[in-house]
C-alpha cells in the first residue's frame, strides 16, 4: 500500500517513472526517476533521479536530504547558498543531471530559465562583440555571468575597459561561483583577474590564480596612465567585481621614462641606445612593425640578453640593444619603443613608454642597384580545401636583401604594398574582410608589381603582371 502511495504522488507531481517493481523493495532501490523541474517529489536512498534542462536555467531545491547533482559526464554541481532553510540554489547548462540522495526526503524543485535572469545577473548582457568591451568605472561593482549558454551569441562578452588619468594602485575586490566542482574533468573554475594596457605594444601584467570558488578575493597592480582592458578569466557561472585605485603619483613605484637617444642599423641588426633611469631595475626594447606580427620584447641584462636583471648592482650608465637582423625585414619601418622596469612586491612595474618610427635597411658589402625583378603570377585554390592566394615568383639572387610587393585590383589606381624576405617568392592570401581589396571572389583581376632592394639600394619596378581569381574560394 506504502508503495501504491508513493506512485500516486509521483505521478501528481509531474514525475515520470522509468522503471520500478510494485512488489519487490529491492527492485525500487534500482529505480530511475525523472523529476519534475517544478514540484514536489518523494526521494528514496539509493535511486537515482533525473532532472531535464531543454535551456540553461537557475534551479533551486529544498530538502532536509544530503543529496548530489552530477551532469552527463560525472562532473558534480557546485551549490550556490540560500537565505532560506535547507534551500540550495544552482545555476545550470542545458542538459541531463543526476541527483542521488543520502536518506529519504521530500524534495522541492523550482525552475527559472536563464534567459530571464541575464538582466539580473550580468551587467551588460547584450553585448556579445569580440572587439568591443564595456565601459566601467572605478568604484563600482560589476556582475557577471559566464560560459553558461551553449552559443557564444548568448554569452555576455566579460570584457571591460577603462582610463587612469595618473599613476594608480588598482585593486580588483573579485568574487566568483563556478558551475560544476573545482577541477572535475575539463570544465575550469579557477579565477585569474588579467590587466592589460590598451597599447600599440601588446603586453601581459603579472595575473594571480584564485583557485576554486573565490569570495572578496583581492589583486592590485601599480599602472601607469592610460587604458587598460580587465578580464575576470576563468570564473564559469556568476561572478562579480569591484576596482579601486589609490594615488601613487608622489611615489618612486612607477619607473621613470628611458629617453631613446640613438637608432642605427649596424651589421647584427637594429641598435637602440637608450637613457638610465635611477629608479629602475631593467628595461624592455620592443620592435613593432606592420608586417611582423610578433610583436616581441627585448630585455637588458647587465649580464646577457636572457631577461630584466635585478641582481645586478649598477648598471652601465650608457644602455644599449641590438634586434636582430633575422627578426628584421630590410626596408621596413618600425616603432622602436623602451620602457623602464622595477621588481615591486615580486612582480614587475612598468613606466611609460617612449619611441620612435626608423626605417631599417641593412648593412650591405655590395653596392650596386639591383636590375628589376622578372616575376610570375598564379592564382591558387585546391577547391577549398586549403587557404587560396595569388602566388608570386621570381629567380633567386644572394645579393637582394629583400622584395618590396605591390598589388591592385585591375581598373584602381592605388597600390597595397609589403615587404617581403622571400628568397623565391611570396604569397597574396585571401582577406576575410569583404572591405579589403584582396577578398577574393571569381572573376576579380589583380595587377603585380615588385622592385628588389639590396639595403637602401632600390631597384625599378618589375613589368605590371596580372592574374584572375578563377574560382571563388569555399564559403563565400
Known amino acids: 500500500m506504502k508503495t501504491k502511495k508513493l506512485i500516486l504522488s509521483l505521478l501528481a507531481s509531474g514525475a515520470v517513472l522509468t522503471t520500478m517493481s510494485m512488489a519487490n523493495p529491492a527492485t525500487t532501490q534500482a529505480a530511475t526517476i525523472s523529476m519534475p523541474t517544478q514540484g514536489t517529489s518523494y526521494v528514496h536512498r539509493g535511486n537515482t533521479y533525473r532532472l531535464h534542462l531543454k535551456v540553461a536555467g537557475r534551479v533551486t531545491i529544498t530538502t532536509k536530504a544530503r543529496y548530489t547533482i552530477v551532469n552527463s559526464l560525472d562532473w558534480t554541481a557546485v551549490p550556490y547558498p540560500s537565505k532560506k532553510a535547507n534551500t540550495k540554489v544552482y545555476y545550470l547548462r542545458a542538459g541531463n543531471y543526476r541527483l542521488t540522495t543520502k536518506s529519504a526526503a521530500s524534495i522541492k524543485t523550482s525552475y527559472t530559465k536563464m534567459s530571464k535572469l541575464k538582466n539580473s545577473l550580468d551587467s551588460f548582457p547584450n553585448n556579445t562583440a569580440y572587439n568591443t568591451p564595456n565601459k566601467i568605472s572605478l568604484n563600482k561593482t560589476y556582475y557577471g555571468l559566464s560560459d553558461m549558454f551553449h552559443s557564444d551569441k548568448l554569452n555576455g562578452k566579460h570584457q571591460y575597459v577603462f582610463i587612469i588619468d595618473k599613476p594608480q594602485q588598482v585593486t580588483v575586490n573579485i568574487s566568483s561561483m563556478p558551475i560544476y566542482q573545482y577541477e572535475k ?7 585569474s583577474p588579467a590587466m592589460t594596457p590598451v597599447t600599440t605594444y601588446r603586453y601581459a601584467l603579472p595575473t594571480y590564480k584564485f583557485r576554486g570558488p573565490a569570495n572578496n578575493k583581492q589583486y592590485s597592480w601599480y599602472l601607469d596612465k592610460g587604458t587598460y582592458i580587465f578580464q575576470p578569466n576563468g570564473p564559469r557561472g556568476r561572478f562579480s567585481f569591484k576596482l579601486t585605485s589609490q594615488d601613487i603619483s608622489d611615489s618612486s613605484v612607477i619607473p621613470s621614462s628611458s629617453k631613446i637617444t640613438k637608432i642605427s642599423a649596424t651589421n647584427d641588426g637594429i641598435k637602440v641606445d637608450y637613457e638610465k633611469v635611477t629608479n629602475a631595475d631593467g628595461y624592455e626594447v620592443y620592435c613593432v612593425g606592420s608586417n611582423w606580427v610578433t610583436r616581441k620584447p627585448f630585455y637588458y641584462n647587465a649580464n646577457s640578453y636572457s631577461g630584466i636583471n635585478t641582481t645586478s648592482k649598477t648598471l652601465p650608465d650608457a644602455l644599449s640593444q641590438t634586434i636582430k637582423k633575422d627578426q628584421l625585414t630590410n626596408g621596413t619601418t618600425y ?20 619611441e620612435q618610427d626608423y626605417t631599417y635597411y641593412s648593412k650591405t ?8 625583378p622578372e616575376i610570375k603570377l598564379s592564382y591558387y585554390d585546391d577547391n577549398g580545401s586549403d587557404e587560396p592566394y595569388i602566388n608570386i615568383a621570381w629567380a633567386k639572387n644572394d645579393n637582394i636583401s629583400s622584395y618590396e610587393i605591390a598589388y591592385r585590383l585591375k581598373g584602381t589606381s592605388t597600390w597595397t604594398t609589403f615587404m617581403s624576405k622571400g628568397v623565391t617568392g611570396d604569397e597574396i592570401t585571401d582577406s576575410s574582410n569583404k572591405s579589403d581589396v584582396n577578398y577574393f571572389l571569381k572573376g576579380k583581376t589583380y595587377e603585380v608589381r615588385v622592385r628588389a632592394l639590396n639595403g637602401n639600394l632600390i631597384s625599378p619596378w618589375s613589368d605590371i603582371k596580372s592574374v584572375t581569381v578563377n574560382i571563388t574560394p569555399a564559403g563565400k
Open 185 to 191: 574533468g575539463n570544465i575550469y573554475s579557477n579565477t
Open 335 to 354: 616603432k622602436i619603443a623602451v620602457r623602464a622596469a622595477k621588481m615591486v612586491n615580486g612582480s614587475y612595474v612598468y613606466g611609460p613608454f617612449t
Open 365 to 372: 658589402s655590395d653596392q650596386k642597384t639591383p636590375a628589376a
